[in-house]
Nanobody
Framework: VQLVESGGGLAQAGGSLRISCTVS???????MTWHRRDPGKAREWVAT????????EYADSVKGRFIISRDNAKATLYLQMNNLKPEDAGEYFC????????WGPGARVVVSS
C-alpha cells in the first residue's frame, strides 16, 4: 500500500490549508488517521476517522479547528486545517489506525506568525 500526502504549504496564523492523502489500496476498509511530526521529534496523532466517515476523533490541540474527512470513491483522506497556529507547523502524515502501512513522504505545513 502506498500513501501519498499532498497540499501542504505556507499559511499565515489564523489562515487555512487543506491537505490530502491518497491511498493505493484498502482505503475503504480502514479507519484512517493523520499525524504530525516536528523535526527531530516523534510523530504525534492528530485525528482519526471511521471507515464511513461518520465517526471522528481529534487531539485536544486541534479540536474545533481541524476537520478530518474522506472520500472512499477517490480513496482520499483530507485534513482541513482552520485557524492555524504556529505550533501546527510540521510534516503531516496519514496512515491507517495502528499505522500498519509504510509511511508516505508527508505534507509540509508552515505557519507564519
Amino acid at each position: 500500500v502506498q500513501l501519498v500526502e499532498s497540499g501542504g504549504g505556507l499559511a499565515q496564523a489564523g489562515g487555512s490549508l487543506r491537505i490530502s492523502c491518497t491511498v493505493s489500496s484498502g482505503f475503504e476498509a480502514n479507519y484512517m488517521t493523520w499525524h504530525r511530526r516536528d523535526p527531530g521529534k516523534a510523530r504525534e496523532w492528530v485525528a482519526t476517522i471511521s471507515t464511513d466517515g461518520q465517526e471522528t476523533e481529534y487531539a485536544d490541540s486541534v479540536k474545533g479547528r481541524f476537520i478530518i474527512s474522506r472520500d472512499n470513491a477517490k480513496a482520499t483522506l483530507y485534513l482541513q486545517m482552520n485557524n492555524l497556529k504556529p505550533e501546527d507547523a510540521g510534516e503531516y502524515f496519514c496512515n491507517s489506525r495502528g499505522g500498519v502501512y509504510h509511511w508516505g513522504p508527508g505534507a509540509r505545513v508552515v505557519v507564519s506568525s
